[in-house]
């Protein structure tokens, strides 16, 4: 899901929804603070990314957790700013959970045109 460039703001009303019915949320660095807080307190967050360049071992930790979660049930939502070094993964994580037969939804932000 992304999650644009400012505040909550530019989240869609899907956005909205969806993450107020998470189980867990994974979300980059980049993400406004002000977008997170839609989330429930009951739901998990956690802050997902690369820690010292290592990029390719927390991108398999974030699939893990995210197949992991979605095997046992949960909703699980990866919340990414506009970023380009963010929205990079997002090919490999779709096929990620295309290999893992995961359903998922991607939801995109409002634009800045129409902000």
Do not use: C, W, Y
């Amino acid at each position: 899901m992304n999650a644009g460039r400012g505040p909550a703001g530019s989240l869609t009303g899907r956005a909205v929804e969806l993450l107020k019915r998470a189980d867990l949320v994974l979300h980059d660095s980049q993400v406004a603070p002000e977008a997170l807080d839609v989330i429930p307190a009951s739901t998990a967050v956690h802050q997902a990314g690369a820690p010292n360049g290592q990029k390719d071992a927390a991108q398999e930790a974030i699939n893990k957790k995210m197949i992991e979660a979605a095997r046992h049930g949960q909703t699980v939502i990866f919340l990414k700013s506009e970023a380009a070094s963010v929205l990079d993964n997002v090919q490999a994580e779709i096929e990620t959970l295309r290999e893992a037969h995961i359903e998922f939804e991607i939801v995109p932000a409002v634009s800045a045109a129409r902000a």
